[in-house]
C-alpha cells in the first residue's frame, strides 16, 4: 500500500488551527494537498479567501485543495489525522469506511481518549485496521508554522523506515521532521505534557513567579517519565522534541491554550469560564492520565492535582498546599 508511493499528495483530516498549519506545511514541502474539513463553511472559507478560520493571517496556497468529502481523499498516499482526542475515533471510524484498503495514517492529536485509555494510534489500529498507524508530534504551534518561523518535530512508526519517508516527503526549510521507531514514546509526551502545561498555568496565575514555573516543569518531566516509561515508552525519546522539548515550550508560553487555560483557573476562573471555547486537550486527558498511571503504581501528583481541579474536588490554592505538603524524597 505504501511501499512504492512517492507521498505526492497528502490528505489532511480536520481544518482546525493545527490541520491548516500542517496543509501549510506540506504544500511547502512541495505535496500537492486535500483538506478536509466537516463544515462547509470551511471549505468555502479556504476556496474563496485562501484562509482557514480557525488559522487566520496565513494564506493556504493554490496546492490545497479543501473538501467535506472523505471519498475526495482517495488520491492521497497517506493521511494526516489533525482532529481534538476525544472526537478523533468516530473521525476515523467514517475514515476507515470510506477507504477500507488502508493508508499510512499519521495522528496529530495529543491526547488520551478518557472513555478508552487510548492512545491515538492505538485508536487507528482499533476502527482502521488496514491503517498503518503513525503519530507526529513535538513543539510546534500552529500559528508558527503558519508564519514559516522554524519548528522541529518528530514522526514516528513502528516501521521507522516508513516513518523516514514519511518525513522526508513532509520536511521543508522551516518546518524540520526527525523520525523514530517508537510512537508510543513520542504520543505519551504530547498527550502528558498538555497536563503539566495546565498545572504551569495555574502556578503563573497564581503569581507564584518563574522559579515555581521551572520547579514544575522539572518535576512535571519526573512524572512524564515514569508514566511514559511505566506505559512502554523509550527513555531517549521522552527526553526529545516531543517529550522534553514540547512540555518546556508549552509550560512556557501564553500562545498554549493548555497553559492559558490553567492560568485562567489560577485567576480564579471556574473550569468552563478558563475553557474559553478553546480546545484545552489537557483538560479531558488529565482524570484518565492519573487513572492509567494508578493502574500502575505511578506516582503523578501534580497530574492528580490538575484533574482534582477540573473535577471541582479541590479549589486550586487546596490543590497548590497539598503539593506542599508532600514529604521530601529522593529527587528521582
Ligand atoms: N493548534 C496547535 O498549535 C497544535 C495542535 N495540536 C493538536 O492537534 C489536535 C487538533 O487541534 P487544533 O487543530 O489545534 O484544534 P482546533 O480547535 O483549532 O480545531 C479542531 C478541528 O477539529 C474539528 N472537530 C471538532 N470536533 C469535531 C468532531 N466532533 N468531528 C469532526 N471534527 C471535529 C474542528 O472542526 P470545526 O472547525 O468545524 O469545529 C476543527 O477542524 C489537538 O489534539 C491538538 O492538541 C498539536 C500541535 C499544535
Ligand atoms: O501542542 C502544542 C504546541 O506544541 C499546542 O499547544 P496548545 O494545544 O496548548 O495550544
Known amino acids: 500500500m505504501s511501499g512504492q508511493a512517492d ?3 497528502i490528505g489532511i483530516v480536520g481544518a482546525g488551527s493545527f490541520g491548516a498549519a500542517l496543509a501549510v506545511a506540506a504544500a511547502r514541502a512541495g505535496r500537492k494537498v486535500l483538506l478536509w474539513a466537516r463544515d ?3 471549505v468555502a472559507a479556504i476556496a474563496e479567501r485562501r ?3 480557525r488559522l487566520p493571517g496565513v494564506t493556504l496556497p493554490e496546492t490545497i485543495a479543501a473538501t467535506s468529502s472523505l471519498a475526495a481523499l482517495g488520491e492521497a498516499q497517506a493521511l494526516i489525522l489533525a482532529l481534538p482526542t476525544q472526537h478523533f475515533r468516530s473521525v476515523v471510524e467514517a475514515v476507515a469506511r470510506a477507504h477500507p484498503a488502508g493508508l499510512p495514517a499519521i495522528s496529530a492529536a495529543k491526547g488520551i481518549e478518557q472513555a478508552s485509555g487510548c492512545f491515538t494510534t492505538q485508536i487507528i489500529g482499533e476502527v482502521w485496521p488496514a491503517a498503518i498507524p503513525a503519530i507526529l508530534s513535538g513543539p510546534s504551534f500552529a ?4 508564519r514559516g518561523l522554524p519548528t522541529a518535530v518528530t514522526l514516528a512508526c513502528s516501521d521507522e523506515r516508513l516513518a523516514q519517508r514519511l518525513a522526508g516527503a513532509l520536511t521543508s526549510p522551516a ?3 526527525y523520525h523514530s521507531g517508537d510512537p508510543r514514546g513520542v504520543e505519551i509526551g504530547g498527550a502528558a505534557k498538555n497536563v503539566l502545561a ?3 498555568g495555574i502556578a503563573i496565575g497564581l503569581k507564584f513567579g518563574e522559579s515555581a514555573r521551572a520547579a514544575l516543569v522539572a518535576r512535571g518531566f519526573a512524572e512524564l517519565r515514569r508514566f511514559g516509561e511505566a506505559y512502554g515508552a523509550q527513555a531517549e525519546t521522552l527526553m526529545g522534541l516531543s517529550g522534553l522539548g514540547d512540555l518546556v515550550l508549552t509550560c512556557g508560553s501564553a500562545q498554549s491554550r493548555n497553559f492559558a487555560f490553567g492560568l485562567a483557573l489560577g485567576e480564579g476562573k ?3 469560564e478558563a475553557a474559553g471555547g478553546k480546545l484545552a486537550e489537557g483538560a479531558f486527558t488529565a482524570s484518565i492520565l492519573t487513572e492509567m498511571a494508578r493502574a500502575k503504581e505511578v506516582e503523578t501528583p501534580i497530574a492528580d492535582a490538575v484533574a482534582a481541579i477540573i473535577a471541582g474536588e479541590v479549589g486550586v490554592r487546596e490543590a497548590v498546599a497539598g503539593l506542599l505538603a508532600r ?3 529522593a529527587e528521582n
Open 51 to 53: 484562509e482557514a478560520p
Open 40 to 42: 462547509e463553511k470551511t
Open 270 to 272: 471556574s473550569p468552563a
Open 143 to 146: 500559528a508558527d508554522i503558519g
Open 7 to 9: 507521498f505526492s499528495t
Open 198 to 200: 495546565i498545572a504551569a
Open 327 to 329: 514529604p521530601i524524597r
Open 175 to 177: 518546518f524540520r521532521i
